[in-house]
């Protein structure tokens, strides 16, 4: 009896760790690129077509590259523009191959054609990559093809034979993806609260700057996460209101927003904290608070990632139970001129204890639980909505303009070199810088580290594996395993995923007894593709961020200010998380990550490129905690009644509203720096620290936050200068 106990527990155990492979993203994706690539290697094999591997394979890579995640409708739909891109892409190759003047003229305008097309929405960006990528695997066979209809069909049959596949894997699991990208949030989520939780570790004379930059990134990342998470439901929604089948996700999605606000929100400084409660065991109490409820959004992310109900546990519960405590014992020892600090300990207590309340609200029996349903629907709808965003990047202003010119001259280039000089095999440079050439400069340098560390990897690794496996069945297997690794680790690492499709390169043309003979060509036609991106993004309309640092500021500066504006009209009506309120705070958030990102790119540049390093950080520290004080304010929304409260309250806004505006304006270059707008309203100062010195007001909170705000905006206004002097330089 108790053997067959322990059989039972033994193979539960087995399949819930089955279970909990099968729902990784990457490994469920590694699965369905498994059977497209056993399936057009089986019917070469099988039928003994070796003609046929290569460009079935390269059809399955293409289509696998252009799809985006949608709903089984829209599957289809994009299926359909998919391959009527690819069958365009791939017969105007074979027809205008032996025209060279025509094929590059061909090659040019379809390039910046394809690439306009990512205006319309993320979607055509990759069908546009794609159907670019199926034209250079047509150009890589089309001298050995025997027609013009020979390499379009093989490779238009791997693609419909993947998107077959794919739209049957989505229909037979339709809210996977949702599950995916719901749960990555959370582990984002997790992230940033450990982040967090480092600031409440006392140190003396903490400087809070370096953990702000750190929290700044993970910012970014979460915004990123609940972006995707947001694009998701979106794809299964009818003009944002999301299918009934959705309801329960689109509930945690909410709810994980709200947390995601509570959570980048600050109400105080830390080296105040540090330094009042640097020998009590307060803070602590809120590190370990923060650690264990980051702990408790992991176990959501694996809940919702096995379609499990989130049963909240009482780990948190007890860690909220004895910070409770600790703060009563604080409160009976702290001195009366210290209590302004107890508030703020209370504000932020107050915080955490709601984020712990919705956690334990998650779960998938609480659908409809929130008042409202609605995404902010960001999608063109009709060709004359889509064709009007074409329109609207034709500037040089628009980095998708510059990159479209920039990558169809580079690509018309490399195809003339490749005419002029007769290199062997020399379409893989077009690959190469297909590949390599991103749309800044930052981004275009580590794509070119990773594919030359990873062609020299594959090179090294596959010329021996073609010595120990000569027969064709086993060198079959390696291209399935080389091809579902590569796609299984290009987005986590580019270099290995380089490494395996150059292994799977090698053993393809192998078949046809070429594939030794391709082992200096390939290298050789990836440092030439990567030496043309480098010199296209670094002299063809380049995106310095350095010449552009101080528009991101603007626009940062200006998404803050309509969100606080927002968080404030709340003050008078109530909390209400509507729709123009939601994508305020959406937008702020996506300006801050925006931002961070830029500075990062800056770092990465060439050092005469880079200007003002630490004012830039300083710049991204105090927005960042201009976005957690504003938080703050939209965390604790509710109305306030009484008249002359919400005149100061009001006042204070109005001020801070003015300066906002003013730095946007001084920072996007529309108006002139002028002293007299930018100086500081003495009355108004006094008149809030007269407030944060009165005790059990219940909107102290509330004057707190934009006292907070107030006090940045000298060094603002300063940075700010300093900017516009270095960009008109």
Excluded at 231 to 248: C, P, Y
């Amino acid at each position: 009896m108790v053997i067959k106990n322990e059989r039972k527990t033994i193979t539960v155990q087995l399949l819930s760790q089955l279970h909990l492979y099968w729902v990784n993203k990457t490994i469920n994706y590694g699965l369905l690129i498994l059977v497209a690539l056993v399936g057009v290697v089986s019917v070469s094999w099988f039928y003994s077509i070796d003609s046929s591997v290569i460009p079935l394979i390269l059809g399955v890579i293409a289509a696998a590259l252009s799809e985006t995640d949608d709903s089984v409708l829209g599957r289809i739909k994009a299926t359909f523009i998919t391959l009527v891109c690819f069958a365009i892409a791939s017969f105007s190759i074979e027809l205008l191959f032996s025209m060279p003047i025509l094929f590059a003229i061909g090659l040019c305008i379809s390039t910046f054609g394809f690439i306009m097309l990512g205006a319309i929405s993320a979607s055509y960006a990759s069908i546009a990559f794609g159907s670019l990528l199926v034209a250079i695997y047509t150009m890589l066979g089309a001298e050995q093809s025997s027609n013009i209809w020979q390499q379009p069909i093989w490779m238009l049959s791997g693609s419909i034979w993947y998107f077959i596949l794919s739209i049957t894997w989505s229909a037979l699991w339709p809210q996977q993806p949702v599950q995916q990208s719901l749960a990555n949030v959370f582990i984002h989520l997790a992230n940033y609260l450990e982040s967090r939780s480092q600031l409440f570790h006392p140190v003396t004379g903490l400087d809070p700057q370096p953990y702000r930059i750190k929290q700044a990134a993970l910012n970014a990342a979460t915004v990123t996460a609940l972006n995707q998470c947001k694009t998701t439901l979106l794809n299964r929604s009818k003009r944002g209101h999301v299918q009934s089948s959705s309801d329960e996700f689109l509930n945690i999605y909410f709810l994980a927003q709200d947390i995601h606000e509570r959570i980048s929100s600050s109400h105080y400084r830390y080296q105040e904290l540090c330094e009042q409660f640097g020998r009590s065991d307060i803070l602590f109490r809120f590190k370990h608070l923060l650690e264990t409820q980051a702990q408790a959004c992991k176990q959501v992310a694996k809940s919702i990632q096995l379609g499990k109900e989130y049963v909240h546990t009482g780990q948190s519960l007890l860690a909220l139970d004895e910070l409770v405590c600790s703060l009563e014992h604080l409160k009976t020892e702290i001195k009366s001129d210290k209590k302004s600090l107890i508030n703020q300990l209370n504000y932020l207590f107050n915080n955490l204890a709601t984020v712990e309340k919705q956690l334990g609200n998650i779960c998938t029996s609480n659908a409809g639980m929130l008042d409202t349903t609605e995404l902010d629907d960001t999608e063109a709808h009709g060709l004359k909505e889509g064709w009007q965003r074409v329109i609207s990047h034709f500037s040089l202003d628009s980095m998708l303009f510059r990159h479209a010119v920039r990558m169809s001259l580079a690509l018309t280039v490399g195809y003339c070199l490749i005419q002029l000089t007769h290199v062997e095999q020399g379409y893989w440079i077009l690959m190469t810088t297909l590949f390599v050439c991103q749309p800044n400069y930052s981004a275009t340098r580590n794509k070119l580290v990773a594919r030359v560390a990873g062609t020299i990897l594959g090179l090294l690794v596959g010329v021996p594996l073609l010595i120990l496996f000569p027969s064709q069945e086993s060198q079959l297997l390696l291209i399935v395993i080389s091809g579902v690794a590569f796609f299984m680790l290009r987005l986590a690492n580019y270099g290995y995923a380089t490494g395996f499709i150059t292994i799977l390169v090698l053993f393809c043309f192998h078949q046809h007894g070429d594939g030794y003979a391709i082992v200096i060509p390939r290298l050789t036609d990836t440092l030439i593709g990567c030496a043309l991106a480098v010199l296209s993004v670094t002299f063809i309309l380049p995106d310095w961020q350095s010449k552009r640092l101080h528009k991101v500021m603007a626009g940062t500066i200006q998404a803050n200010q309509e969100y606080l504006a927002q968080i404030i009209g709340q003050y008078r009506i109530g909390k209400k998380d509507s729709l123009p309120y939601r994508i305020a705070r959406r937008k702020a958030h996506n300006h801050d990550a925006k931002l961070n990102n830029a500075i990062s790119s800056m770092l990465i540049e060439p050092g005469r490129y880079r200007t003002a390093t630490d004012e830039s950080f300083r710049f991204l520290t105090l927005s960042h905690a201009l976005l957690s004080y504003a938080s703050a304010l939209g965390a604790h929304r509710t109305r306030i009644s009484e008249a002359g409260t919400h005149k100061l309250i009001l006042d204070a806004h109005k001020v801070i509203h003015h300066h906002l505006e003013i730095l946007t304006k001084l920072l996007d270059g529309s108006e002139h720096y002028d002293s007299q707008n930018n100086s500081i309203d003495l009355d108004l100062k006094s008149r809030l620290e007269e407030w944060r010195d009165q005790d059990n007001s219940e909107v102290k909170m509330v004057l707190e936050q934009l006292y907070l705000i107030y006090r940045m905006l000298p060094e603002l206004h300063s940075l700010a200068k300093k900017f516009v002097i270095r960009a008109k330089n």
